[in-house]
C-alpha cells in the first residue's frame, strides 16, 4: 500500500484502467500470431484482474479522499498527507488487519522492535509479546474489543527482537470501512522504555524511604495532607483522626502560642529547610522525641506548595541518655573508688573524680613510665597510652568476657586494675569499665613487715647453730634461750659444777634463774641491772674455769630487754697453756730435747703436743746435721752433706749447707785450674820474652839497612829531577827551532806561487805568439790563393807567401814548445809547493809533539820532587821506628822480669789451694804438673824451629804485649 | 779562367807533363782533404754564422762576406764523420764552386787548414772504390810527401740531399 502512498492522486485513479487497456493490447497484438486458444485465455485473465485492481484501488483512493472529507479542494488535501507523512516520521506505525497479522510498520516501529518489515510481515502481532500474555485471556479480549472496533490507548511492555523488553505508549485503532465494520487496526507507538525504567527507579526510592522512615505532608499552612504508617505507628493516631488538621496537635500548647513555633512556619513557607531532634505528642499526650526534618516542597516557579517532614522516633534512646546520666553523675560524686570507662575502641569517655584524683596524684609517677601522660588529659584518650605492648593488650581485652585483674606498674606506684567488659543487651561489647586501685602503699608495708620478721628469723637459726656457748636472760634474769653449744658444754661440766653446786641440773637450766649460778645473788642483780656495755668476767667452779661475757639487750627506743651471755670453758687449755710454756722456755736456752706429754690429751691439745714434739724433733736434727757440715768445712773438708730430708725452711737450709758445699769445692777447683792456667800462661810469656827481645834486635839492625838504602834513593831521584829540568830546556829549543822552519817553509810557498803567476803570464803572451802565427799563416795561404790566382804572375808571389807561411809555421812550432816548457814548469812549480806545503805541516806536528813532550818532562820533574820529598818522610818515619825499637826491647826485658814474678806467685797460690781437701784434689794436681811440663817442652821445641812456626805462640801473646 | 778550364779538362784529354794543379788541403779527422785552389775564395778564422730555419743539419747558418751572404756547411756533417768540436784552428774555407747551371758561393768548416801543393796531374788517382754515399764528393786520390791527399769533386757540394 505504500507504493500507492507514494504515487499521486492523478496517478492512482488512471492505474486501474490500464491494465485492461494492457490486456486488450496484448490480445491484439498476439491473435494474428496463431495461437488464439491460449491468448483468449490471458485476455480473459488480465482484463479480471485489471478489474479487480481498479476496484481496490478506487476504492482506497475514495477511502483516502473520506480521511481528508472535512476539507475540500486540492489542498486540503495536501495538508492531510502532510501531516501523515509528518506523523509517519515521528511515530512509530504498525497495521494489522483484524486476526492480528501484521500488513506493514514504518521505519520508526522497525528500528524500536529491531526487526526488519520481512520479518515480521504476515506475523501475528503475538511475537511482541512474551508467551504468557499470548496465551492469557486478557491478550484474547483485547483482540476481541479491537475487533469490535474500540479503540486501545496506554502504556504497554513489548517484546523486541532477541526477547528485549521495551515499553511503548500506543493506541491501537480499528479502522472502520462505510458499513461500519473495522476492516484493519493502525497501532500508533511512542517507546517510553527510558522514562518507565526511571520512574520506577524513583518509585523504588520513594517505597524505600516510606518503609524506613516516617513520613508526613502538610499544606503551608500547616494541615495535614498524608501520613504514612510509621508515622501513624509513632504517633498512635489513624491517618483520619489527623488529616485536615493542624499540625500543632503534636506539639504543647505552650510551644504551640509561643512566637518560636509561629516563626517555625513561617520560615518554612520562606522554602527553608529545618531538622533537628524534636520533643513531639503522640495520642492522649504521649511524649515522644523525634529526629526530623521539615523539607518545603518547590513548585516549578520556585515557591513552596506544601512540606515533606521525614521523622525518626527516638524517644527510647533520649530515655536511655537520661538514665545514662543519672549513673554518670553517681559515679561522679563516688570519689573513693576510681573509674574510668573506655568505649569498644577502647577510648576513654568517661573518668570520675575518684581516678582523677588519684592520676593528679600519681603524675610525677606515672611520666617516668609514659612521658606524654598527662592528668588532665585523660579524658578521650586511647588506653593504649598505659602499654608498651598496646596490641597485646587489646587482644587481651577484645577476649574478655567477665571480670579481669592485672596489676600495672607505672614507675614506682602499683595499680591493681579490675577490667569489666560492657555488653548491651544483645551481648555485643560497647565498651570496657576500669576500675583503678593504687596499692603502692600497702604493698610497701607487707615487704617491710616481712623483711623485719625473715631478719628475726635468721638471727635465731644463727644462734642455734652458733658455735659459740650462748644464753639468753630476760630483765628477771630467768634463762630464755640457751644454744646448743652451751648446754652440751655445761653438760660436760656438769659433774664438776655440781661440786660446787649441788642444785645444777643442765636438763632444768631454761627457765631457772641465773641466781643458780652465783652464791651472792643480789650482788649479781644489781651489777647486771647496771650494766650498759660488754662485761667480761672469770669464774672458777668446781676446778673449772669459765669465762663470761655478758652484754645487755636493748630495743630501738633504749628500753632494757635482757641480757645475753656468752660462756668459755678453759680449764683444760690453762694446763696445757703451762706445759707449753715450760717446753718453749727450755728451747730458747737451746735445750731441743724437751717433749710435752701425749698421753692423756685428747682433740686439739693432743694435737698440738703431737705438733710440738714433732717441731722440737726436726728442729734439733736440722740444726745437728748445719752443726756438722760448717764443721767439717773448718777443718777444710769440704766433701761433708746433709743427707736427711726435711721441709721448708729446714729443707731450704739444708739444701743451702749442701750448695754451699758443693759450690765452695767447685771455686776451689777453678781457682786451683785458674791458678795452674797462670802458672803454665806465665812460664810461655816468659820464654815468649826471650824471643820477643832476640827478634827486636833483629828488626833493629834491618831497619839501619832499610835507612841507608833509603838515603842512596833519594839521591838518584834527586838526579832524575836535574835530569828532567835538563830535558825540559832541550825540548823547548827543539820547539823554537820547529817553529822557525815552519816560517821559512811559508815563505818559500810563497816564492812558489809567484813563480806560478809570471809563467802564466809567459803562457799567455806564447798564446798571442801562437795566434799571430796562426793568422800569419791563414794570411801566407790567402796570399797563396791569390798567387794561384795571379797564374804566372804569381808565381814569385807564390813563393814569398810559402816563405811567410814556413816563417808562421815554424814560429807556431817555436811557440808550442815554450808552451810545453812554460806547462812542464808549472806542473814542477805546483808539485813544489804541494811538497813545501806537506813540509810546513809536518813541521807544525814536530811542534806540537815537542810541547807534549816538554809537559810530559815537566811533569816527571814535578814528580821526582814529590818523590824526594815522600823520601825524605820516609826516612823520618824509619828512623822513628828505629827508635821505638830501642824502646820496645827495654820494655820486653821488663815484661820478662814481671812475668818470672807472676810466675812464682802463681806456685804460692797452688800451695794455699792445698789447703781444701776435696774429692779429686789427688788427680788434679798431678795433671797440673804435666801441662806445665808438656807446654814447656812444646814452647822450647817452637822457638827451636824457624821463626814461622813460633808466630802462633807470639800472637797468642800479642795482647799482654800490647799492654806493657 | 782558361788554366781552370784547362784543369777541368784534365781527365779527358792526354797528361801535359808540365802541368801541375795547386791543392789548397785541410785535415778532418786526422785525414787531409784537397781543394782546388783556383776554387777557393778566401780562408778566414771559424766565427758563428746567423743559423737559418729549416735547413740540413749540415747547413751552420750564412754570413756575411762584405756585402755577399754566404751559407756555410759543416763538412764534418756532410760526410757524416763525428761530430766536430770548434777549436781556435778550426777554420772555414771560402769557396766559388762553379757547376753546369753556374756558380756558388760557400764557405766549409774544416778542423785545420795544411798547406798547398803542386799536383802533377798524372799522380792524381782514381779511387775505384766502387758506389759509396761519399764517393761522388771525390775526383782523386794524390800521394804527397808519402801521405795520402783526398782531392774533392767540388761541384757535388752544391747538390744537397
Not at chain 1, 835538563?726 to 820547529?738: E, K, T, V
Request: net charge negative; aromatic share 6%.
Amino acid at each position: 500500500m505504500d507504493f500507492f502512498n507514494n504515487i499521486s492522486f492523478k496517478n492512482k485513479v488512471l492505474l486501474p484502467w490500464l491494465l485492461p487497456v494492457i490486456g486488450l493490447l496484448y490480445a491484439y497484438a498476439t491473435l494474428p500470431t496463431g495461437v488464439a486458444s491460449n491468448s483468449v485465455l490471458v485476455i480473459i485473465l488480465l482484463c479480471v484482474i485489471g478489474g479487480v485492481v481498479s476496484w481496490l484501488i478506487g476504492h482506497n483512493a475514495s477511502t483516502l479522499m473520506g480521511a481528508g472529507s472535512d476539507h475540500t479542494g486540492a489542498d486540503d488535501y495536501k495538508s492531510d498527507q502532510g501531516k501523515l507523512i509528518a506523523i509517519d516520521k515521528v511515530q512509530a506505525i504498525i497495521e494489522f488487519n483484524m486476526d492480528g497479522t501484521i500488513i506493514t510498520a514504518n521505519d520508526n516501529f522497525l528500528s524500536a522492535v529491531g526487526y526488519s518489515l520481512d520479518e515480521i510481515k504476515g506475523r501475528h502481532h503475538g511475537i511482541f509479546v512474551d508467551s504468557n500474555f499470548k496465551e492469557s485471556q486478557e491478550y484474547r479480549d483485547f483482540w476481541s474489543e479491537l475487533n469490535k472496533g474500540k479503540f486501545e490507548a496506554g502504556e504497554y511492555k513489548r517484546l523486541a527482537k532477541g526477547g528485549r523488553e521495551i515499553w511503548i505508549q500506543a493506541s491501537y485503532n480499528p479502522i472502520v470501512n462505510e458499513q461500519g465494520t473495522p476492516y484493519k487496526v493502525v497501532k500508533f507507538a511512542t517507546d517510553v522504555t527510558d522514562i518507565k525504567l526511571e520512574s520506577a527507579n524513583n518509585k523504588g526510592k520513594v517505597d524505600a524511604i516510606n518503609i524506613s522512615q516516617a513520613c508526613i505532608e502538610f499544606n503551608m499552612d500547616g494541615t495535614i495532607i498524608t501520613a504514612n504508617d510509621n508515622f501513624l505507628n509513632a504517633v498512635g493516631y489513624t491517618l483520619d483522626e489527623i488529616k485536615g488538621h493542624h499540625h500543632s496537635i503534636f506539639v504543647e500548647p505552650e510551644y504551640k502560642n509561643s512566637q518560636e513555633y509561629t516563626a517555625f512556619w513561617e520560615q518554612l513557607n520562606r522554602g527553608e529547610y529545618e531538622a533537628k531532634e524534636y520533643k513531639r505528642l503522640g495520642k492522649n499526650g504521649k511524649e515522644i522525641w523525634i529526629q526530623a526534618s521539615y523539607n518545603p516542597i518547590l513548585d516549578l516557579n520556585g515557591k513552596p506548595y506544601k512540606v515533606v517532614k521525614f521523622a525518626t522516633d527516638i524517644t527510647t534512646q533520649t530515655n536511655e541518655n537520661i538514665s545514662n546520666n543519672r549513673i554518670k553523675r553517681a559515679l561522679d560524686s563516688c570519689a573513693e573508688s576510681c573509674l574510668m570507662v573506655a568505649d569498644e575502641d577502647y577510648n576513654l569517655v568517661y573518668t570520675n573524680k575518684g581516678v582523677q584524683d588519684m592520676f593528679e596524684v600519681a603524675e610525677s609517677e606515672i611520666i617516668k613510665s609514659i612521658p606524654s601522660f598527662n592528668a588532665d588529659k585523660v579524658l578521650g584518650q586511647n588506653i593504649d597510652v598505659f602499654h608498651k605492648n598496646p596490641s597485646h593488650q587489646r587482644s587481651m581485652l577484645n577476649e574478655l568476657t567477665s571480670v579481669h585483674k592485672a596489676q600495672l606498674n607505672l614507675g614506682d606506684r602499683i595499680f591493681v586494675l579490675i577490667v569489666n567488659p560492657v555488653f548491651d543487651d544483645s551481648r555485643v561489647r560497647i565498651g570496657t569499665v576500669v576500675e583503678w586501685n593504687d596499692i603502692t602503699e600497702k604493698l610497701a608495708k607487707e615487704t617491710e613487715d616481712k623483711r623485719i620478721s625473715d631478719e628475726n628469723t635468721r638471727v635465731r637459726r644463727a644462734l642455734d647453730a652458733c658455735t659459740a656457748n650462748t644464753m639468753v636472760a630476760d630483765n628477771d634474769l630467768n634463762v630464755i634461750y640457751a644454744n646448743d653449744a652451751v648446754l652440751g658444754m655445761l653438760n660436760t661440766a656438769e659433774s664438776d659444777i655440781q661440786k660446787q653446786l649441788p642444785n645444777f641440773r643442765t636438763n632444768n637450766l631454761i627457765g631457772s634463774n641465773i641466781d643458780i649460778f652465783h652464791k651472792n645473788p643480789s650482788h649479781q642483780r644489781k651489777m647486771l641491772a647496771a650494766l650498759n656495755d660488754t662485761y667480761r668476767t672469770q669464774i672458777d667452779v668446781g676446778g673449772r674455769k669459765f669465762t663470761l661475757i655478758a652484754n645487755p639487750i636493748s630495743n630501738d627506743e633504749g628500753d632494757r630487754l635482757g641480757t645475753v651471755v656468752e660462756w668459755n670453758d678453759r680449764t683444760q687449755e690453762v694446763a696445757v697453756e703451762e706445759e707449753v710454756d715450760t717446753i718453749i722456755e727450755a728451747a730458747g736456752k737451746g735445750d731441743l730435747t724437751q717433749r710435752a706429754e701425749v698421753s692423756g690429751k685428747t682433740g686439739f691439745f693432743k694435737e698440738l703436743a703431737m705438733g710440738l714434739n714433732s717441731l722440737m724433733s726436726i728442729s734439733e736434727n736440722a740444726i745437728n746435721d748445719t752443726a756438722r757440715v760448717l764443721a767439717g768445712m773448718a777443718q777444710g773438708n769440704l766433701d761433708e752433706r746433709i743427707d736427711s730430708d726435711y721441709e721448708g725452711v729446714f729443707g731450704q737450709l739444708k739444701d743451702d749447707a749442701n750448695t754451699t758445699g758443693i759450690k765452695l769445692t767447685e771455686v776451689i777447683g777453678s781457682i786451683r785450674e785458674a791458678a795452674q792456667t797462670v802458672q803454665t800462661g806465665s812460664t810461655e810469656i816468659a820464654q815468649g820474652n826471650t824471643d820477643l827481645s832476640q827478634r827486636t834486635e833483629e828488626q833493629a839492625s834491618s831497619l839501619e839497612e832499610t835507612a841507608a838504602s833509603m838515603e842512596e834513593m833519594t839521591s838518584s831521584v834527586k838526579q832524575t829531577s836535574e835530569n828532567a829540568v835538563h830535558a825540559n830546556q832541550l825540548a823547548s829549543a827543539a820547539q823554537d827551532r820547529a817553529e822557525k822552519g815552519g816560517e821559512v817553509v811559508g815563505r818559500a810557498v810563497g816564492a812558489m806561487e809567484e813563480i806560478n803567476s809570471s809563467s802564466k803570464k809567459i803562457a799567455d803572451i806564447i798564446g798571442v805568439i801562437d795566434e799571430i802565427a796562426f793568422q800569419t799563416n791563414l794570411l801566407a795561404l790567402n796570399a797563396a790563393v791569390e798567387a794561384a790566382r795571379a797564374g804566372e804572375q804569381g808565381k814569385g808571389f807564390a813563393v814569398v807567401a810559402g816563405e811567410v807561411r814556413n816563417l808562421a809555421q815554424r814560429s807556431a812550432g817555436a811557440a808550442k814548445e815554450i808552451k810545453d816548457l812554460i806547462r812542464d814548469s808549472v806542473e814542477k812549480v805546483d808539485n813544489g809547493t804541494e811538497l813545501v806545503n806537506e813540509s810546513g805541516k809536518t813541521l807544525s806536528e814536530i811542534v806540537e809533539a815537542v810541547a807534549k813532550v816538554s809537559t810530559m818532562i815537566k811533569e816527571i820533574s814535578s814528580a821526582s820532587e814529590e818523590q824526594a820529598s815522600g823520601i825524605e818522610q820516609v826516612n823520618k818515619a824509619i828512623s822513628q821506628m828505629d827508635e821505638m825499637t830501642q824502646q820496645n826491647a827495654a820494655l820486653v826485658e821488663e815484661a820478662s822480669a814481671a812475668s818470672e814474678t807472676m810466675t812464682e806467685q802463681a806456685t804460692s797460690m797452688m800451695n794455699l789451694m792445698g789447703f781444701f781437701q776435696t774429692e779429686d784434689r789427688g788427680r788434679a794436681v798431678p795433671v797440673a804438673v804435666t801441662q806445665t811440663v808438656k807446654s814447656q817442652a812444646q814452647a822450647r821445641s817452637i822457638s827451636g824451629s824457624n821463626s814461622v812456626a813460633s808466630r802462633p805462640v807470639i800472637t797468642d801473646s800479642d795482647d799482654d804485649w800490647q799492654e806493657f | 779562367m782558361n788554366t781552370v778550364e784547362d784543369l777541368d779538362m784534365d781527365e779527358t784529354i792526354d797528361a801535359d807533363q808540365l802541368t801541375t794543379e795547386q791543392y789548397l788541403t785541410f785535415f778532418m779527422e786526422g785525414e787531409e782533404y784537397g781543394v782546388d785552389i783556383l776554387a777557393v775564395q778566401e780562408i778566414r778564422g771559424w766565427e758563428s754564422a746567423t743559423p737559418v730555419p729549416n735547413s740540413s743539419s749540415y747547413i751552420k747558418g750564412v754570413i756575411n762576406l762584405r756585402g755577399t751572404i754566404v751559407p756555410i756547411m759543416d763538412l764534418r756533417g756532410r760526410f757524416d764523420l763525428s761530430k766536430p768540436e770548434y777549436g781556435p784552428e778550426t777554420v772555414v774555407i771560402v769557396l766559388k764552386i762553379e757547376f753546369d747551371k753556374g756558380s756558388r758561393i760557400m764557405g766549409v768548416i774544416v778542423d785545420a787548414i795544411s798547406d798547398v801543393y803542386d799536383v802533377p796531374i798524372n799522380d792524381i788517382k782514381q779511387t775505384g772504390i766502387g758506389e759509396n754515399k761519399n764517393a761522388r764528393f771525390i775526383k782523386g786520390l794524390v800521394t804527397v810527401n808519402k801521405s795520402m791527399v783526398i782531392l774533392l769533386k767540388l761541384e757535388q757540394f752544391v747538390i744537397f740531399d
